[in-house]
């Protein structure tokens, strides 16, 4: 695993846009993983201002969901679903054929995580799969005490969950309580994993996470695991770090030919 830590959000969400840029200009049909929220944006924003300034051909490059909330109607401004439409494909000048996703209103849940999973691999697997960390330490929607080996299912969302997320509600209560999520099993198979995290919020469950021992308490620990795995973080959210000053060292005295 490689620690990245930058002054702020901004500087994060271009190191990481350059390095999917850097993929792109390789591969240009890679299939890229997106998470949602707030961390991502500044990663989205900066890859749509290189499109649009030319710097990169993105009109091959296919999206695909992490997770999606259970439930929510078609076309419902919160599903994620619509948010990674109007946040990253729109964005980027691609189409909804460029677009994989669960289908979280489907009348066989299990059923529609099975077909996902499957479709991952059909497509060739994930390229690259970005990544934030819940408080809890939770990736996805794999809340703490997933299975490490588990695949795309449903899950029951954790009250502190629930509560982070109804911001993006009128309240708590539309905030639904289960969601399809790619399973830890499901995230490790992708060839290259990056997690943002940003804020002093996060400085608890990034140390736990990059430091602490692989368990399912703290799911995002499973990066330990994964052959490529770069988390980067701000100074607030790297505040816990023990290793912090090494981090910084062998960043800086990382060779530029090995990116990120």
Known sequence: MEVVIVPDATAGGELIAEAIATLVRRKPDALLGVATGSTPLPIYQALAAKV???EVDASRT???QLDEYVGLPAGHP???????LREVVEPLGLDEGAFMGPDGT????QAACDAYDRALGEAGGVDLQLLGIGTDGHIGFNEPCSSLASRTRIKTLTRQTREDNA????????????VITQGIGTILEARHLVLLATGEGK??????A?????????????LQLHPHATVVVDEAAAGKLKLADYFRATYAAKPEWQGI
């Open 52 to 54: 649009r300034a030319g």
């Open 167 to 178: 911001r993006f509600f009128d309240s708590l209560d539309e905030v639904p309580h289960h």
């Open 62 to 64: 296919r999206i695909c």
């Open 106 to 109: 489907a009348e066989d849940v």
């Open 203 to 208: 400085a608890d469950a990034v140390a736990h």
């Open 78 to 84: 919160e599903s994620y679903r619509s948010v990674v």
């Open 210 to 222: 990059v430091e602490g021992p692989v368990a399912a308490l703290v799911p995002a620990s499973a």
